[in-house]
């Protein structure tokens, strides 16, 4: 069983930045591959970044490439998400996923365990 637990959500003025942290409980993290997505009032969920066990593979969706960037840091057991360039549209409830295999993927069903999320709010 694996824990996650966002922080680092708030509100942002378009162009600003925030990073977001997930601490996964359990001695297994290195094993897993981590994904961040995310869901606006209305709309359903969508994947924004995923990072292998390693982090020697990394997979972006194009709405943040460039962007976002996804990093993880096995020995603290924590993902981050560093968003930079933050506009209006970014603007959701921001959540963490683990999969437990080490390959990334876009798709949310593939992933195992969830955090509760964090809101991220930017005004234009």
């Known amino acids: 069983q694996v824990q996650l637990v966002e922080s680092g959500g708030g509100l942002v003025q378009a162009g600003g930045s925030l990073r977001l942290s997930c601490a996964a409980s359990g001695r297994t993290f290195s094993r897993y591959a981590m994904g961040w997505f995310r869901q606006a009032p209305g709309k359903e969920r969508e994947f924004v970044a995923a990072i292998s066990w390693s982090g020697g593979s990394v997979y972006y969706a194009d709405s943040v490439k460039g962007r976002f960037t996804i990093s993880r840091d096995n020995a603290k057991n924590t993902v981050y998400l560093q968003m930079n360039s933050l506009k209006a549209e970014d603007t959701a409830v921001y959540y963490c996923?683990?999969?437990?295999?080490?390959?990334?993927?876009?798709?949310?069903?593939?992933?195992?365990?969830w955090g509760q999320g964090t809101q991220v709010t930017v005004s234009s």
């Open positions: 996923a683990a999969r437990r295999v080490v390959q990334v993927t876009s798709l949310p069903l593939e992933y195992d365990y």
